[in-house]
């Protein structure tokens, strides 16, 4: 497989004059490299393969509109880059892993390290759930209004119809146990 920087203008012009071949080799070379890259900024298979699709298939169908690119898979990458951004946006329960994007480190890690990496973000969450399992109901409520809700502890207090003292309460209890949780 050819180095994705050598992607070349010609194959870019090709594509824009309807050469369904172009874009195959494009799609090819590039494809890879591009889900490693968005793998980086999004931890998530799927959405990251959903967005090299619609990207893919845009380019396709806007293939008359393309401009002239001097860098196609630096152009590529921007794509994709601002296509996470809007897919991170929209779900504010997405993990942002890597802000910085042009780090030279990032295409060194192998697609198997970023697959470990994703299961261990996955143990993650299902540590997280199993702790959260282990709070009481009123200390679960307490942790999605402060953590997630972002409501100040007078909020809460006056939601609930509890004392503040009691809202520290819990939420100090709750964060103890989900400590120990985690240091197991």
Request: charged share 25%; with cysteine.
């Amino acid at each position: 497989m050819k180095s994705p920087g050598l992607i070349s203008t010609e194959l870019w012009r090709r594509i824009g004059e309807g050469d369904a071949h172009a874009m195959k080799t494009l799609y090819q070379e590039s494809y890879q490299h591009l889900y490693v890259y968005g793998f980086r900024m999004l931890a998530d298979q799927d959405k990251v393969k959903d967005c090299l699709q619609e990207l893919f298939c845009e380019l396709w169908i806007n293939r008359n509109q393309n401009t002239q690119v001097l860098n196609v898979i630096a152009y590529l990458k921007i794509c994709v880059r601002n296509k996470l951004l809007k897919v991170i946006a929209a779900d504010k329960n997405t993990i942002l892993l890597d802000a910085d994007l042009e780090n030279p480190d990032l295409m060194t890690h192998s697609y198997e390290q970023l697959l470990i990496e994703s299961q261990h973000s996955l143990l993650q969450k299902q540590r997280l759930h199993h702790a959260l399992d282990s709070l009481t109901n009123s200390q679960r409520e307490i942790i999605r209004m402060k953590f997630f809700e972002e409501l100040s502890y007078q909020e809460i207090s006056l939601l609930l119809d509890i004392t503040l003292r009691t809202v520290y309460n819990h939420l100090h209890a709750a964060l103890v146990i989900l400590r120990g949780n985690f240091k197991r």
